[in-house]
């Protein structure tokens, strides 16, 4: 995922740079356009919780799906067992 690498990026340059200066003369941002950015970092974040939430959404329906098939496979396998009992 390309939001993520960008945002281990950011992480390495902060804990690189001992001021925000520094860290504003590496990516190259000025006064003008910090706020812009920021903005743009908090959608990413958004964007990257909204992904996982449905992810985990989806994981949970799967994981309910597979309960059901293997309770309706118990019931069909129990009951073709006890008739040959």
Known sequence: MGEIWILKKILNLYLECKTQQQIAEKI??????IGRKITEIEKMFRDIKEI??????????????????????????????????
């Open 28 to 33: 190259g941002l000025d006064r003008t356009n």
């Open 52 to 85: 996982k939430e449905k992810e985990e959404r989806e994981l949970e329906f799967w994981k309910e799906e597979i309960r059901n098939i293997k309770e309706k496979i118990e019931r069909v396998d129990k009951n073709i067992f006890s008739k040959l009992d």
